[in-house]
């Protein structure tokens, strides 16, 4: 049974920093892209880092330099450090998991967790 289980989200002032974990279980992680998504009330869920096979990263322009997406192979974790937060970073963070070979069957998502950045 594949399970996504993130964590680590909470409420912080701006300028501040959380890091975010997702512990995947049922899958082979060596061999999955693992991408963190975010989605806030009344907009569409966007890609904000995601990490390949390879170790190779991509991030999206409003966080680079700011955020910073990792792999632990031994703990089967994936992790976003946010650094420097800002107000428009509030949303519900979600981590994917997406097997390269076989994209459209081998998709899985976790159940997301809050990320709340205010005064």
């Known amino acids: 049974q594949v399970q996504l289980v993130e964590s680590g989200g909470g409420l912080v002032q701006p300028g501040g920093s959380l890091r975010l974990s997702c512990a995947t279980s049922?899958?082979?992680?060596?061999?999955?892209?693992m991408t963190w998504y975010r989605q806030a009330p009344g907009k569409q869920r966007e890609l904000v880092a995601s990490i390949t096979t390879g170790a190779g990263t991509t991030y999206a322009d409003s966080v680079k330099g700011r955020f910073t997406i990792s792999r632990d192979v031994a703990k089967s974790t994936l992790y976003l450090q946010m650094n420097s937060l800002k107000p428009e970073d509030t949303a519900v963070y979600y981590c994917?998991?997406?097997?390269?070979?076989?994209?459209?069957?081998?998709?899985?998502w976790g159940q997301g967790t809050q990320v709340s950045v205010s005064s």
């Open positions: 994917n998991a997406v097997r390269p070979a076989n994209p459209k069957i081998y998709d899985y």
């Open positions: 049922g899958i082979d992680f060596r061999i999955y892209a």
